[in-house]
């Protein structure tokens, strides 16, 4: 079978190197550039850790469009839609846009939100796709099956800690591993930008029913609806995003029902489990899962759930999408071990 | 002036390690005894790490009340009650116990909860102290200010991530490097055994016309009231507690009225700040100090709340009531040098 | 083509889950049967992280030899010989045992010690297998080019520092999360036993002309010839092994010389890779990878060699060596992405 | 007794702030100013962790040293000279540099090499130290007392890890979180610029009869004498030294001799102590102790010492030297508890 060409744009950075060590082993892509200016000729091991012996390639600064049948945008947030106005990518080229300029639906762009979850049939047909962000994600995976059942009717509180590759290559205060290591923060608290795409498929899945997810950060505080109440932490690991989104329910549920709408919920996703354990963190380490598991307290269902972030919160579900996208097995090239420790 | 004498049961574990350490430098303290059966005629410095050159103490199977002003209780939670059927400690003697034993009022006993923002006075008064859980402090510290307003109205959400010391010396799955380091979990959700405690300092400083708080643990979820919804997670660090609280209005509040009324009921706290700027967990690592930090988003207001586990979370609070007990300086032995890193 | 069917011995350990989280994806392999006597009927996902969602197998109590063509031993040492002594493995069964009962050839056993980069013809006409040890394996790599060469003339200066996986899955004071979170600890100074493997490949690759390398252990300090000095470190962190080893010339030597010497050594080696830049133990991570880098000053060889120590220190190798023993492609289910963060 | 007044200048860096951690607390210390262009007017606890609510004190411009009787330079090495060179300290004011610029001994400065342990006669007499470096530190004290016996008559292998405060405040590829967490490397081999003050205080120490101690960066690796061959990394932890050094005798020793020589040359020095048992890095964490352990496998004799880098390795010791200087108790503010997990 012919394989899958691949050029990748900005790929010195930290989700350009993830992507690189999941293509050099995916049985089915032909890697044909790996763009970085500022490396231009350096070897790919030689910026980024781990790919020693496994590739010879180095960066170059050419981008020969026309080789390729899919083009990763691995820039910073703002970036993307930067350079699509500076440079013309051939129609039949299709984009996956690791950034959020395009995650918000609009008339102005084509991009399909690339939560497969959910949209895997319109990720299947399209050219160009957002990638979701990584705590969007795996908030998401938790909120879901109960937003599509009608059970969202009051305010949600959602608490997520992120790891420190979250942050990008870029050294910087908060990444000072003298500050970071054995240390615990708050930011942007209530104020996530991620709150955008969570609040857009929140009110995509919804019924008619069911109260507006209002988008604090366009809408306000006091806007008619119910609110995600999402405060981020810093966690002092490197990788890994443990989410605990708690709903309040009209009434007490029964445990098994909801047990059972979020496993239906996730029957046949290639990658999002539940599991009926507590959860961990390093249960999806270096992987491309995303784990839910959900306990029933009176009218409180709490929900916890995990994803690595630079995988099922990032490339990992870039390559997922891109396997969708081409029309091949789902898990190519994601059947990755687990770290565990 | 003369000396306090000083007493250790169960000298051997973390939180009597941590007291040693604190009273070797404590400028008020002769340490009598440090009691360890399985320990004694050891080093108190072969078993507990940092104290080698600061004491030539050993370990002692002996319990010489009579030669002791005051006597630590460094036993495991139900043990406390359990050596006092079986011993006879002299009235004269005053008792400060860390475990849970005690901390609930009741008929049977005549413990005061040591939690000096609130109960100073009767701590100076009296002989028998219970020292706050760890989580516990951090949580009231959080939330006291507001209870005392009358703010909390609705159910509270909670919460708050603590070090691996918190588990204890005894060597256990969830404390083995391997799965601990680089990872996040969550336990005893909703369920953890210091609701007793929040709860019954909620209730008491809150004014009659605000609701009774429920402690599900021991009311259910449908009781009549409002519930405090606590999410205990576990970090990998060894130190710390990061509390997080988040309280909702009847009507969207002013922040700087709120910020005012927590930084007057903290005004004169020995160790319990407010702070500014946001909060992370080394501002307090190693020190017997608390901050708090409050910000408002319509009528939601987002506390967080820091201390040290071992100190403000246990041995250092206990040396602090020691302190207030016997009327000298609230923070003699414990101007402690941050650790910072 | 028909897969190698295979068998697991001791599959509730530490070794055991990672060889069964390399199997799980390994392309030319059908696991039978991972027994545990005390995890019989359980889930192997209920034991080992990452594995939800990879596979349903259960543990069992059975194990039914006659329908595999290779048993893994991940048993603690000195196990491997009692079970033999206990139970009959049909002579078409291979045995690739991760202990180190059998390392040192002796003439009551016919295993190979199996080290792909010294012993490849050996291992691919084997049925019997003794893997490497972790150490062992780290110290020879950055060794065995020189032992080669007659280059080992005098007493050789090695420290080499391990993750907590190392120390296995058993809670143990050392592997406490409280004490080994940013600690750093030596242990068995210059008594670790895997010296005697060490010392058994050197002896065997010198020339006659180098002076013998004494096993201390067994032969004592004052022994004629030259030592190994083996100073092995416990790190802070879970996987992997840093070793630098200081050889000491005759007279003092050309880097470039040195660097080609061992350039050549590695040529062709699978696994094993001569790395231009310093080393950083996170470049091999996750992989069965093993990196290898030399500085020269003035009579001084400073090499330094990383691996994996579960993966090339243990079950990675043990895979490697199944491959070659089967003559399959020497890297089949070892083409693992590095975690690098 | 009237306080000593102190001046800080480059207070806003990592020492600077561990040195008002320290200072706030010294019972006989009043902090005059603390130098900063770039934060002044600043409060000092918005720049340094865990101040907050020890001082209200600011950042200041100023440099008021006509108010001072001790100025501490907290600059980068290189600096201090330069600064001196455009400003004028008064005569009568004691100068205590952090930086390496006035270690070697020349003619051309009086500044007193600050190691207690062999100098205290000179610094209690001195207006200017030159405060030692961490490395620097932690190998003379594990080779000293061998030093100054004449054993040390060949090469010696020394190797050390540090944690990242050592690198200083400034983020960097090798201090980003996301690389240094789980992480060991090694940099500088062999050309450690602390080389220079370890090869002076041995020289220094030797008796005539033993061999010169070659400062390889000054004189190269064919010079006559023997050599320091010092091998440092970096550990992924934020503070502490850990240090072996291995030391060829001439003959086998009897270990309780070396042991005897090593308490014996320690006896009386407020923070080094012997241990008889193997060390861990926090034992001296978070105080100003260094730690010496000593074992002997035939002629090799290995000592392990540990120190913190920015106490006894930095500021602590700074603080020492001062104590020692203005003739006072030599541990007042230094009694520290060890922050132990």
Chains 1, 2, 3, 4 share one sequence.
Not at 264 to 280: M, P, Q, R, V
Request: proline letters at 4%; aromatic letters at 10%; charged letters at 20%.
């Amino acid at each position: 079978m012919k394989k899958i060409n691949v050029g990748i744009l900005g790929a010195a950075g930290y989700t350009g190197g993830e992507l690189l060590r999941l293509l050099v082993n995916h049985p089915e892509v032909n890697i044909v550039f790996a763009n970085s200016e500022s490396n231009a000729g350096n070897k790919i091991y030689d910026v980024h850790e781990g790919l020693l012996g496994d590739t010879e390639m180095e960066f170059t600064s050419e981008m020969p469009f026309d080789k390729v049948d899919v083009v990763f945008f691995c820039f910073g947030h703002g970036k993307s839609e930067a350079f699509l106005k500076e440079h013309a990518i051939p129609a039949n080229v299709k984009i996956i846009d690791m950034a959020q300029d395009f995650r918000i639906a609009a008339p102005t762009h084509d991009y399909v939100y690339g939560l497969p979850e959910i949209h895997k049939e319109q990720i299947a047909n399209c050219m160009h796709l957002a990638n979701p962000g990584c705590f969007a994600t795996c908030i998401q995976l938790g909120l879901l099956p109960a937003a599509k059942a009608g059970l969202l009717t009051h305010d949600i509180s959602v608490n997520a800690i992120t790891g420190s590759t979250g942050a990008g290559q870029k050294p910087a205060a908060t990444t000072h591993f003298s500050w970071r290591s054995d240390n615990f923060s708050v930011y942007k608290l209530f104020t996530h930008q991620h709150l955008h795409e969570i609040c857009q498929s929140l009110n995509e899945l919804r019924p008619a029913s069911a109260p507006h997810v209002v988008d604090t950060l366009d809408e306000g505080f006091n806007a008619e609806g119910i609110t995600v109440d999402f405060i981020p932490y810093r966690g002092d690991f490197a990788r890994g995003i443990f989410c605990t989104e708690v709903i309040t329910l009209d009434q007490p549920d029964v445990e098994s029902d909801i047990v059972a709408l979020y496993k239906s919920f996730y029957e046949g996703a290639a990658f999002t489990h539940y599991s009926d354990k507590a959860l961990d963190l390093k249960q999806v380490v270096n992987t491309n899962k995303a784990l839910v598991h959900v306990e029933v307290f009176g009218r409180k269902i709490v929900v916890t759930s995990i994803i690595d972030n630079l995988l099922k919160g990032a490339v990992g579900q870039a390559v997922q999408n891109m396997n969708i996208m081409f029309g091949i097995d789902e898990k190519a090239g994601l059947n990755l071990k687990a770290s565990a420790f």
